[in-house]
């Protein structure tokens, strides 16, 4: 089921774009008004948006929550704040009484501002985390078991197995975990069809079924060759470049051997029989070590001829699974930020402001679960930025209370103009180097 349909239209994916960012922000400036709010310190503003204010109200704790025309980020605007980077006004200030004082960011105590600065990035660790566990508590997990959920929608001419079927061996080969099973299938040559040993309705049987590895589309990769090319979920490559295959580690070795070059697909979707060609694009993919590899790609995973069954997962096992997850994108993307910065990948992976903006809409395309799942991922993406050490971040504000809390004072008012000046000139500049990216990367 499609979120929305045709959502590579600029509008939709604009559309797709602001509906993730907003989510995000708000989460994230919601970190920072809520624990702000527990430790004394006042919100005046809670803006989604910038520039004209569209719709607002104020609260029984005098915050103004407002929409402004500009869905692009968001910000809260604490008492004593100058601007929505927390700047300091200092005039505001020092007319304040003692009292109110303690009630404005900058005079809080420094536990209380570093708290509110760091909950921020948090929110967005602790949005991702609840949306992977979700996610995996309504899909569920595969069994042990390899025992066949939902058949894949195959050609009348493929043979597939049953929903139910307990698979004992295949090829001649016992199987009795699915992680046996993949590991079987992935050392088997392809072939038209092969042999089962199943289970069925409680008695055991041989049965003759198609390649355990169809080269079946299971996903899409958005800004990828496949999805420009209009490969979708469920399309069977049966053919490249005029070749038959029936495996997906055939469709592997011919886009590595492509280098590149153009390729004819055949394809089998819902009875029908399409052409497609595309070009593999390279493309740098993190390794188990830590490292980089740089690989053909057309953009698309395959898996078995059916779904597994699946289990119940717990809401402890879900979380924990979750925060790895979560772990996982912020492993990658420091990896790949280092290994851009040395040389070792190209820094078109730095996607700026459009590239992004299309990915929400391919993902969106792709149906609300997909679209969900990027939101996570783009939440931990947020947070990690959030807190790069870069003054006007939140992770350059707790640079300057890590020196008050060795130092035992602020930094003076004039160098945090300076350092804000700074700050601001560096993530202006990375903006603008990812957005070059976005127009003239391949």
């Given at each position: 089921?499609?979120?929305?349909?045709?959502?590579?239209?600029?509008?939709?994916?604009?559309?797709?774009?602001?509906?993730?960012?907003?989510?995000?922000?708000?989460?994230?400036?919601?970190?920072?008004?809520?624990?702000?709010?527990?430790?004394?310190?006042?919100?005046?503003?809670?803006?989604?948006?910038?520039?004209?204010?569209?719709l607002?109200?104020?609260?029984?704790?005098g915050?103004?929550?407002?929409?402004?025309?500009?869905?692009f980020?968001?910000?809260?605007?604490?008492?004593g704040?100058?601007?929505?980077?927390?700047?300091?006004?200092?005039?505001?200030?020092?007319?304040?009484d003692?009292?109110?004082?303690?009630?404005?960011?900058?005079?809080?105590?420094?536990?209380?501002?570093?708290?509110?600065?760091?909950?921020?990035?948090?929110?967005?660790?602790?949005l991702?985390?609840?949306?992977?566990a979700?996610?995996l508590?309504?899909?569920?997990?595969?069994?042990e078991?390899?025992?066949v959920?939902a058949?894949?929608?195959?050609?009348?001419?493929?043979?597939?197995?049953?929903?139910?079927?307990?698979?004992?061996?295949?090829?001649?080969?016992?199987?009795?975990?699915?992680?046996?099973?993949?590991?079987?299938?992935?050392?088997?040559?392809?072939?038209?069809?092969?042999?089962?040993?199943?289970?069925?309705?409680?008695?055991?049987?041989?049965?003759t079924?198609?390649?355990?590895?169809?080269?079946?589309?299971?996903?899409?990769t958005?800004?990828?060759?496949?999805?420009?090319?209009g490969?979708?979920e469920?399309?069977?490559?049966?053919?490249?470049?005029?070749?038959?295959?029936?495996?997906?580690?055939?469709?592997?070795?011919?886009?590595?051997?492509?280098?590149?070059?153009?390729?004819?697909?055949?394809i089998?979707?819902?009875?029908?029989?399409?052409?497609?060609?595309?070009?593999?694009?390279?493309t740098?993919?993190?390794?188990?070590?830590g490292?980089?590899?740089?690989?053909?790609?057309?953009g698309?995973?395959?898996?078995?001829?059916?779904?597994?069954?699946?289990?119940?997962?717990?809401?402890?096992?879900?979380?924990?699974?979750g925060?790895?997850?979560t772990?996982?994108?912020?492993?990658?993307?420091?990896?790949?930020l280092?290994h851009?910065?040395?040389?070792?990948?190209?820094?078109?992976?730095?996607?700026?402001?459009?590239?992004i903006?299309?990915?929400?809409?391919a993902?969106?395309?792709?149906?609300?679960?997909?679209?969900?799942?990027?939101?996570?991922?783009?939440?931990?993406?947020?947070?990690?930025?959030?807190?790069?050490?870069?003054?006007?971040?939140?992770?350059?504000?707790?640079?300057?209370?890590?020196?008050?809390?060795?130092?035992?004072?602020p930094?003076?008012?004039?160098?945090?103009r300076?350092?804000?000046?700074?700050?601001?000139?560096?993530?202006?500049?990375?903006?603008?180097?990812?957005?070059?990216n976005?127009?003239?990367?391949?």
């Amino acid at each position: 089921m499609e979120f929305i349909p045709d959502f590579g239209g600029f509008a939709f994916t604009l559309l797709a774009f602001i509906a993730a960012l907003s989510v995000i922000v708000a989460i994230h400036e919601y970190g920072h008004y809520i624990v702000g709010r527990w430790s004394g310190i006042h919100a005046e503003v809670f803006s989604i948006g910038f520039g004209p204010v569209l719709l607002s109200r104020v609260d029984r704790h005098g915050t103004k929550w407002q929409l402004a025309a500009l869905p692009f980020g968001g910000y809260v605007k604490f008492l004593g704040d100058s601007d929505a980077a927390s700047g300091k006004d200092a005039a505001a200030i020092d007319a304040l009484d003692v009292q109110e004082r303690r009630r404005s960011m900058h005079g809080a105590p420094l536990w209380a501002r570093a708290a509110t600065v760091a909950a921020g990035p948090i929110f967005n660790f602790i949005l991702s985390i609840i949306i992977f566990a979700g996610v995996l508590m309504v899909s569920g997990r595969p069994v042990e078991a390899p025992i066949v959920g939902a058949p894949a929608a195959l050609p009348a001419e493929r043979i597939t197995l049953q929903e139910g079927d307990l698979i004992l061996a295949v090829d001649g080969q016992p199987v009795e975990t699915l992680s046996e099973l993949y590991a079987t299938a992935r050392d088997l040559a392809p072939s038209p069809t092969l042999d089962y040993r199943v289970e069925r309705a409680g008695e055991e049987m041989t049965v003759t079924a198609s390649f355990l590895l169809l080269p079946l589309v299971q996903s899409v990769t958005p800004q990828s060759a496949a999805i420009e090319a209009g490969l979708e979920e469920g399309d069977l490559i049966e053919a490249v470049n005029g070749t038959p295959i029936y495996a997906f580690s055939e469709l592997r070795e011919a886009v590595d051997a492509s280098a590149g070059a153009p390729m004819d697909l055949t394809i089998w979707r819902d009875g029908a029989r399409l052409p497609i060609t595309l070009s593999p694009r390279r493309t740098d993919l993190p390794t188990a070590d830590g490292g980089f590899e740089t690989r053909w790609l057309i953009g698309i995973s395959g898996g078995l001829i059916f779904d597994p069954v699946t289990e119940r997962v717990g809401l402890w096992s879900a979380i924990v699974s979750g925060a790895d997850q979560t772990w996982f994108v912020v492993r990658s993307s420091l990896s790949g930020l280092w290994h851009m910065i040395t040389g070792a990948i190209s820094s078109c992976n730095l996607q700026g402001p459009i590239g992004i903006a299309e990915t929400s809409g391919a993902a969106a395309s792709q149906g609300l679960d997909n679209f969900i799942w990027f939101i996570a991922v783009l939440s931990t993406a947020v947070g990690l930025l959030n807190l790069f050490p870069i003054p006007v971040l939140d992770g350059g504000h707790l640079m300057f209370h890590a020196y008050e809390a060795v130092s035992g004072k602020p930094p003076s008012d004039k160098a945090l103009r300076v350092f804000m000046t700074v700050g601001l000139t560096l993530l202006l500049s990375l903006m603008l180097f990812a957005l070059t990216n976005d127009l003239f990367c391949p």
